[in-house]
C-alpha cells in the first residue's frame, strides 16, 4: 500500500528539496527496508537549533518513536516498526531562529512497509516422497513475525483428515503420525496469523511408497496434468532396477507420443513435450528390467488444460530446457484475479540465490546470469489473493554453454570499441565466432568469421549511431562439428540517459588507489543520484555511495591492488520515487606502481 503526500506537501517538498531542513534517506514515498530503518537528515542551508524525530501509524503520531536531539545530530535508527504492507509517517521537526524568535518547524514524510517475503515450509521438501509415516515439518519464518501456525494434512487441497493442529509463535516444527503409506498425494495447508489475517500456502506430497514394484510418483496415477510439458517422475520403491522404459500413448501400452528407449537405473524423470490435439486421457508405461527380467506397469492420467485454473509460468514452459546466462520468465494468474507476484529463481526447490524480487502487479522479468552447467533450475512464483500467499514451483535444467565474462551480460557498454572476453566454461571449442546485431542472432554491427580455438577475446566497433538492445552471439564449434552458440543481451548507452561517462564502461582501470567514477545526467532533469560498487552485478559489497544530490557528478572509490572485474550500478531519481538505474562492468588490473597522487579537481566529461 503507497500513501501519497498531500500536493501542498508535494509542492514544499520539491520547492526546499536542497534548501530547507530534510530527511534525506529513506526516500520519501519509498517503501521500507524492514522493520529497522535508519532515518539521516541534514539542515542544509539552514542553521538548526534543536531537532525532534516522531514516528507514528498515522500522520502526526508518535506511537512507534518519538525523541528529541541536538544540533548536531544527523541520524537515528528506528526498531521495532511494521512489515505488514501498512504506512509509516514521519515528521521532522527542527527549530530556527526567525525574525519574531526561534520556532519550531516540521516536514512531513510518508513511507510503505514491506509485506515480507511469505513463510515456506522446508522439510521434507515440497513435492517429495516421504520416507515414513511420520513426519516431521520444519518451516522458516523468513522475516513474518506470525502469531499463530497452524498445519491441516488430508488427501486433497485443504483436507484436513490426517490432522489438524495450531501452534505457537516460537514453534517452527511438529510431527505428523499416522499419514498413510500408499503412494497417495498428501496435500499440507499451512497456515499463519499475520497481520491480523489468516493466510495459507498449499503443498503437495507424496505419501511413503511401500509398494515392492515401482511406480509413478508424478503425475499420480488416476490424477489430471493440467499444463505442457510436464515431467513424469518415478521410484523404484523396494525394487532393485537395472533399466528403465517409459512409454506413453492415448491407448494403453502406447508409445505414439513419448517413447524413452532404455534408460540407465539411476534416471528417474522424462518429460512428455506435447499431446495430441483433443486428449482428454492418456497413458503411461512404465517398464522396468529387475533380475535380468522385464516387467511392467500401466497407469492412466487424464489431461484438463484449465484444470486447476491455478497461476503459473507459461514462458519458458516448465520443464524444458533454459538455453543461456538469460531468460525471460512470464506468467498468468489464469481464472485466479491475483493481486501481487513474487518470484524466485535458484538452484533447489525454495532456493532464491539467483532472482527473488517482488514484482508488484507486473507478469514479466527477464533474468541475467543464470547458470549455463547443465544444472537444475528452480523458479518459486508466490501470489498473493487478498490477504493470502500462495506458491507455485516450476523445474528447468539449464544447458552447459560458454560464457560471456567481460563486459558482463545484461549491464551497459559503449562504443567505440569494446574487447569481448569468454570462457569455455567446460565446452569444447574446436573453433568460435562473435556476431554481434541490433537482433537476436544479427551480424549487422559484427561478424568476426571462424577464430582459433585458443582465442577468447575479440575487440568488436559499436558505431556511434548504435543505441538501445545489441545482442551478442558466441559460437562454438564442438566435437561433433556443429556450431553451437550462446546468446547474451547488451545496452549501448543512450545519449539522452544519465550514464556513467569516465571510466569508459568496459575499460580498464589501475587497482591499488583512488579512482574517480564521473556521471552525468546527459540534459535528463534528475534529482538525485546513488552509486553501488560490486563484485557481481548489482551489488554493493565495495562501495555504496548513499543519497547523492544532482549538483554532485563524481565519487572517489578506493579499490584493491589486483586483478578483478568489479561492477558499477548508477542509480538517478527523476521525481517522487522514481529511481532508476543501469550497469556498467570495469576490469582493475594490477598497479605495478602503486601510491601515486589520487587525481584531483573537476574530470571534463568525454567529448567536451
Known amino acids: 500500500m503507497i500513501f501519497r503526500l498531500t500536493i501542498s506537501a508535494l509542492f514544499l517538498s520539491i520547492l526546499t528539496t536542497w534548501a530547507a531542513p ?20 541534514t539542515p542544509d542551508t539552514s542553521e538548526v537549533f534543536f531537532w ?10 508518535d506511537d512507534l518513536f518519538s525523541r528529541g536531539y541536538s544540533a548536531e545530530a544527523r541520524s537515528q535508527t528506528v526498531s521495532g516498526l511494521p512489515v505488514d504492507g501498512s504506512g509509516v509517517f514521519v515528521r521532522l521537526y527542527y527549530m530556527v531562529r526567525t525574525d519574531t524568535g526561534f520556532r519550531f518547524l516540521h516536514t512531513d514524510y510518508t513511507f510503505s512497509t514491506p509485506l515480507p517475503a511469505p513463510p515456506a515450509l522446508t522439510t521434507p521438501a515440497p513435492g517429495s516422497v516421504f520416507q515414513s509415516e511420520d513426519v516431521i515439518f520444519r518451516w522458516e519464518d523468513r522475516g513474518t513475525l506470525a502469531s499463530t501456525w497452524r498445519l491441516q494434512v488430508g488427501s486433497t487441497v485443504g483436507g484436513a483428515e490426517y490432522a489438524d493442529t495450531s501452534l505457537g509463535a ?52 488416476g490424477g489430471t496434468v493440467t499444463s505442457l510439458p510436464f515431467v513424469v517422475q518415478w521410484t523404484p520403491s523396494l525394487t532393485t532396477v537395472t533399466k528403465w522404459q517409459v512409454q506413453v500413448g492415448a491407448a494403453q501400452g502406447g508409445s505414439e507420443i513419448l517413447d524413452t528407449g532404455e534408460l540407465a537405473a539411476e534416471t528417474r524423470a522424462a518429460t512428455v513435450d506435447t499431446l ?29 488444460p484449465n484444470g486447476d485454473g491455478a497461476p503459473q509460468v507459461f514462458n519458458p514452459p516448465p520443464g524444458t530446457e533454459i538455453v543461456g546466462a538469460q531468460a525471460q520468465f512470464q506468467w498468468t ?6 493481486e501481487q507476484w513474487w518470484i524466485y529463481v535458484g538452484t533447489s526447490t525454495g532456493d532464491d540465490s539467483l532472482f527473488n524480487r517482488d514484482m508488484g502487479t507486473a507478469t514479466a522479468v527477464t533474468v541475467n546470469n543464470l547458470p549455463t552447467d547443465g544444472a537444475p533450475l528452480y523458479v518459486r512464483l508466490f501470489y498473493r489473493v487478498g490477504e493470502i500467499w500462495n506458491q507455485r514451483d516450476h523445474l528447468y535444467t539449464s544447458r552447459r554453454l560458454p560464457k560471456m565474462v567481460f563486459p558482463a551480460p545484461g549491464t551497459q557498454i559503449t562504443g567505440p570499441q569494446i574487447k569481448f572476453e569468454w570462457d569455455d566454461n567446460g565446452v569444447i571449442g574446436n573453433a568460435w565466432g562473435i556476431n554481434v546485431g541490433r537482433t537476436r542472432g544479427g551480424t549487422d554491427i559484427f561478424e568476426s568469421g571462424t577464430l582459433l580455438g585458443d582465442q577468447r577475446t575479440r575487440d568488436v566497433i559499436i558505431p556511434p549511431s548504435v543505441t538501445g538492445e545489441v545482442w551478442v552471439r558466441l559460437l562454438h564449434l564442438p566435437d561433433s562439428l556443429q556450431w553451437g552458440y550462446a546468446d547474451f543481451l547488451y545496452t549501448v548507452q543512450s545519449p539522452q540517459q544519465p550514464a556513467l561517462l569516465e571510466p569508459a564502461p568496459g575499460s580498464t582501470i589501475n587497482g591499488g588507489g583512488e579512482q574517480r567514477l564521473h556521471f552525468g545526467p546527459n540534459g535528463t532533469t534528475l534529482f538525485a543520484y546513488w552509486v553501488y560498487v560490486g563484485t557481481s552485478v548489482g551489488a554493493r559489497d565495495l562501495f555504496n555511495s548513499g543519497f547523492i544530490n544532482s549538483e554532485q557528478t563524481s565519487v572517489d572509490v578506493t579499490f584493491a591492488n589486483e586483478d578483478a572485474t568489479i561492477h558499477v550500478r548508477l542509480w538517478w531519481l527523476v521525481g517522487i520515487n522514481r529511481w532508476s538505474f543501469a550497469d556498467y562492468t570495469l576490469r582493475v588490473a594490477k598497479n605495478e606502481n602503486p601510491g601515486g597522487p589520487a587525481p584531483a579537481g573537476p574530470i571534463t566529461p568525454p567529448g567536451t
Open 170 to 221: 516460537d514453534v517452527r516444527s511438529v510431527e505428523i503420525t499416522g499419514l498413510p503409506a500408499d503412494g497417495s498425494p498428501v496435500w499440507v495447508r499451512f497456515h499463519y496469523f499475520f497481520g491480523n489475517i489468516w493466510r495459507h500456502i498449499d503443498y503437495q506430497f507424496t505419501a511413503k511408497i511401500t509398494s515392492t514394484t515401482p511406480v509413478i510418483t508424478s503425475p499420480a496415477p
Open 22 to 41: 530534510r530527511l534525506t534517506t529513506p526516500i520519501n514515498e519509498s517503501t521500507l527496508s524492514g522493520s529497522t530503518v535508519e532515518f539521516e537528515w
Open 276 to 304: 495430441p490435439d483433443g486428449t482428454t486421457t492418456f497413458w503411461i508405461r512404465l517398464r522396468y528390467e529387475a533380475d535380468g527380467n522385464w516387467e511392467e506397469k500401466d497407469f492412466e492420467v487424464a489431461y484438463d
Open 333 to 338: 494468474g489464469n481464472s485466479v484475479a491475483v
Open 52 to 61: 525532534h524525530l516522531a514516528v507514528g501509524s498515522e500522520q502526526g503520531a
